[in-house]
């Protein structure tokens, strides 16, 4: 299963991952990430409208101050950019290549969930489209809670476009709103979140990329993570 632990062990037979049905997170092409992303792509993975359905929710949003773009690459779609944007992906040559980010960061969240900052030292994050290729999401959805502040939004946007060797075959298995429950569940099986919203962001029936978001508020966590992981 491509989400095993180096040391053997199953993140999947813990209690966060229940219900969910078995090799949901496996994926066609289990072969390391490193690999696949070793030479840069500088294209875009949606289309120019479903594009500007980012920029202008990051902007409906207020998103602003010190940003986390996750799993990003050499674009980042805000309309307004943030004083302060870290780019963490795969590849060296694309998030040096993003004109956006002050900064960034080369990591594998499928290797290593941990997210490489302090505790509170985001005001918002943002993942898009690619959450379809997370095969430890709720450790990751969970890591971004400890990093981004009381109060501070997480954005997942997404399409029906992926690479389907790499994305896991629950959500090639799944349509657009399940697509939608999906995320949605990961928020309620992490955080704290709240105040969740769920939205198509491009117009029913025309032709074109949809674009829909999930997106919730970190709230305070209120009791310990050992009574989290009962």
């Known amino acids: 299963m491509s989400g095993v632990h180096e040391d053997g062990e199953d993140p999947y037979s813990h209690k966060r991952y229940e219900g969910f049905p078995s090799g949901f997170f496996d994926r066609v092409d289990s072969s390391a990430d490193d690999n696949f992303y070793a030479q840069p792509r500088m294209v875009t993975h949606i289309d120019d409208r479903a594009i500007r359905a980012v920029g202008d929710l990051y902007a409906e949003l ?73 095969v430890r999401p709720l450790e990751v959805f969970s890591d971004v809670h400890r990093v981004v502040r009381t109060g501070g939004v997480f954005v997942n946007s997404f399409s029906n476009r992926c690479f389907p060797t790499k994305a896991i075959r629950g959500w090639g298995q799944t349509d657009d709103q399940g697509h939608v429950a999906v995320v949605g569940e990961y928020y309620r099986r992490t955080g704290p979140w709240v105040d969740l919203e769920a939205q198509l962001r491009t117009p029913v029936g025309e032709p074109g990329d949809p674009l829909y978001a999930v997106w919730g508020y970190g709230a305070c966590l209120l009791y310990t993570s050992d009574a989290a992981d009962e």
């Not at 998103?63 to 943030?82: E, K, N, T």
């Not at 004083?83 to 040559?93: A, R, T, Y």
């Not at 960034?104 to 969240?109: A, E, F, G, V």
């Open 62 to 134: 207020k998103i602003g101050g010190r940003v986390l773009d996750l799993m990003s690459s050499w674009v980042s779609h805000f309309v307004d950019v943030p004083e302060d944007l870290v780019v963490l992906g795969m590849n060296s040559d694309e998030l040096a290549s993003n004109p956006q980010a002050s900064s960034w960061c080369r990591h594998d969240l499928n290797v290593d969930p941990t997210i490489p900052f302090s505790d509170d030292c985001f005001d918002a994050v943002v993942c898009c489209v690619s959450i379809d290729y997370l």
